[in-house]
């Protein structure tokens, strides 16, 4: 190892070491300590100031065990703390919490959960939950922890330019595009349908994990295929029924609730609040299917245990506690994250969340669905691979580029990415080889 490089490592650890310290100065408090003896719960999830609180209350009330330290960081911040922690064998982190893709890179590091997960079969994880949890080995690295997904919230003052013979909770894309077509023609021209496609809007999950799976059953590999072709042309003509101020759309619960739009395209917990004052005057209900079948994202989180953490035994009762259905549901009711164990959902929950329940259940269980994942293992590179398909978008459906040209010329920046990295696919393309567009 030269000098550079180990002065590079060094400068490395203690920028890991040092990371919590450094976040609470930037504003990403991790003020969660605990105290002496605590759980130190690292985690990507509930980052806003909001979400976190409510969660710690939920830690607070609900883990007996141990008193909880809840630290929500970046995924950067996390991979770095976790990957520099376990390398120098000095881990202060307990127990970890993110996305499958914050979690698949660094599976060498976290301790294998096997013994774990065999004594929580009460909970009726979903079988392919668990197999996720492996992270392509033979064992467990993560337990399940909550999922979330995206949606469409529909106004039902919407209904009245449904087409014929349509059936709003099992929408074709050709339906969705021939309704939004009439709502806007019935509106006086202006559209009906919004979609976050703001500075802070994630309407990229929506090409990745919906529109693109529905029409040609991949997200990467199929990305310059005819099949995409037709899915980007097929979104050229929807962006026409579609109202132009999604440009600044980051939450579309926002439009919805002014009434500025009628039917929102969201993550769940970017939706939750426009049904909130009249509920009844809402619906909630899984995304159109396409030629390939219904394409959803499932947005997954994961429970794991640094290896050479201390106190294994604290963060593992932690972990019990956390994927109980009483906790699980009240993480659905507070934060909109679904439950992965099996639970009957209590009645009073807040009227936005008992709609999406119901539609989160219709969604996973169409008996077309084609599940896609987030990007997974592209580290600091997800942002630049975001950008590509929010960059084709623009291209397309903003400027007019030619379809089959802005595919081609985005495949290659794409490919360029993933050649780097070379990690291999995840759902719904094959998996098991270097992923790559065709």
């Known amino acids: 190892m030269t000098n550079e490089a180990r002065a590079t490592r060094r400068a490395l650890l203690q920028a890991a070491l040092a990371a919590p310290m450094l976040a609470a100065c930037g504003g990403v408090s991790t003020s969660g300590a605990g105290g002496a003896g605590s759980v130190n719960f690292l985690s990507t999830q509930f980052t806003p100031v909001e979400e976190r609180q409510r969660f710690e209350k939920i830690l607070a009330d609900k883990v007996t065990s141990a008193k909880v330290g809840y630290n929500p960081v970046d995924n950067s911040t996390f991979a770095t703390t976790l990957r520099t922690q376990v390398e120098a064998g000095k881990v202060q982190v307990n127990l970890v919490g993110g996305l499958h893709g914050d979690l698949a890179p660094l599976g060498d590091k976290l301790m294998d959960l096997d013994d774990l997960a065999g004594s929580l079969t009460d909970r009726g994880f979903a079988a392919d939950l668990i197999e996720l949890g492996k992270l392509g080995g033979t064992t467990t690295k993560y337990i399940p922890w909550m999922q979330a997904t995206y949606m469409l919230a529909v106004n039902k003052k919407a209904l009245q330019w449904l087409p014929a013979g349509a059936d709003v909770q099992k929408l074709t894309y050709d339906q969705f595009l021939s ?200 580290g600091a590179k997800d942002g630049e691979v975001s950008q590509i398909f929010k960059d084709t978008f623009k291209a397309i459906c903003l400027d007019g580029k030619p379809v089959k040209a802005t595919l081609d010329a985005q495949a290659t920046k794409l490919n360029g990415i993933l050649d780097e990295l070379k990690v291999t696919c995840w759902k719904p393309d094959p998996t098991g080889s270097p992923c790559r567009a065709a």
């Open 179 to 378: 309704w939004m077509t009439a709502a806007k023609a019935g509106n006086g021209g202006k559209p009906v349908f919004g979609l976050g496609a703001g500075p802070k809007g994630l309407y990229h999950r929506f090409f990745q994990g919906f529109l693109l799976p529905s029409f040609t059953g991949g997200q990467i590999t199929t990305f310059r295929s005819a099949e995409a072709v037709t899915a980007w042309e097929y979104m050229k003509e929807l962006w026409g029924q579609t109202a132009p101020a999604s440009t600044n759309y980051d939450f579309v619960q926002e439009p919805l609730q002014r009434g500025e739009v009628l039917v929102g395209f969201d993550h769940v917990a970017r939706l939750a609040t426009a049904p909130k004052d009249k509920p009844d005057e809402w619906l909630m209900v899984p995304a159109p299917s396409g030629p390939k079948g219904l394409g959803y994202m499932l947005v997954i989180a994961g429970l794991g245990i640094p290896k050479g953490a201390p106190d294994a035994d604290k963060a593992k009762e932690v972990i019990r506690t956390l994927t109980t259905p009483p906790v699980q549901t009240e993480v659905l009711r507070q934060n909109a994250f679904f439950p992965v164990v099996k639970a009957d959902l209590p009645g009073d929950l807040p009227a936005a969340i008992g709609l999406e329940a119901k539609a989160v259940a219709a969604q996973q269980s169409a008996t077309s669905a084609i599940v896609s994942l987030p990007p997974v293992g592209l």
